[in-house]
């Protein structure tokens, strides 16, 4: 069945450092790819989606390129500040399954002054 | 407000006692979903409704688990006879549905559920 498979953390990075968090997924169809975050005390948010291959999603200064070839979507972003650590959440969503989602475990990412 | 609403925002219970948790999804969206986030661990799929279709329950954990969606609108979680391993926060969002925003959920700030 379909699925998602997110890089493990937790992730700390210094400030200005280059993120990069993998996304890799198995699915039957076309499914349309997403990050999700999740900020301390909060619910999660949409960061970014691509619904088709090639597609870049890019969002506060974070991108994810939906490569179909790698069955990949990672996460990334030039240089991270303290206010992005959060916990970030790759997902997947396909008509094939009904528009049901799958989402990985999570990235706790920290990131220090 | 206009986003997904979820109550109680905390719920300690016994052993053994029935909880119900509450979902007001966005006004209008058709599709809406319930997650488990255990600590440490991911999201867990535990069901779904789609506008009027029959909902995709293959994530409920157990029969003690269930859920109604009433108009179309609200939704109920009901977890009988609760267990310590239901401990978990529980997470309704609500999706607009097919189109240009299919995929895109919007969620409540959920039920932290602690079973004593």
């Not at chain 1, 790759?90 to 049901?100: E, F, M, P």
């Not at chain 1, 475990?105 to 990131?111: E, K, R």
């Not at chain 2, 966005?26 to 909902?55: C, D, K, M, V």
Request: hydrophobic fraction near 30%; proline fraction near 4%.
């Amino acid at each position: 069945g379909d699925s998602v498979t997110q890089m493990e953390g937790p992730v700390t990075l210094s400030e200005e450092a280059f993120l990069t968090i993998n996304c890799t997924y198995t699915a039957t169809g076309y499914p349309s790819l997403f990050w999700y975050v999740q900020y301390p005390g909060e619910g999660l948010q949409l960061l970014l989606k691509a619904t088709k291959a090639d597609d870049k999603g890019s969002n506060k200064g974070f991108e994810a390129t939906y490569r179909k070839e790698t069955t990949s979507f990672h996460l990334e972003k030039g240089s991270v500040q303290v206010s992005d650590s959060a916990v970030y959440f790759c997902a997947l969503s396909s008509s094939n399954t009904g528009n049901q989602f799958y989402f990985g475990t999570g990235t706790s990412l920290t990131v220090i002054p | 407000g206009a986003g997904v609403s979820q109550s109680p925002s905390n719920k300690v219970t016994e052993k053994g006692k029935d909880v119900e948790l509450r979902c007001d999804p966005i006004s209008g969206h058709t599709a809406l979903y319930w997650y488990r986030q255990s600590l440490g661990q991911g999201l867990e799929f535990l069901i779904y409704f789609q506008g009027n279709s029959a909902p995709d329950k293959s994530g409920l954990p157990s029969d003690r688990f269930s859920a109604e969606r009433t108009g179309g609108s609200v939704s109920t979680l009901t977890i009988q006879r609760t267990q310590q391993e239901d401990s978990a926060v529980y997470l309704c969002a609500s999706s607009p549905g097919p189109g240009l925003t299919r995929g895109i959920q919007y969620f409540g700030a959920g039920t932290r559920l602690s079973v004593l």
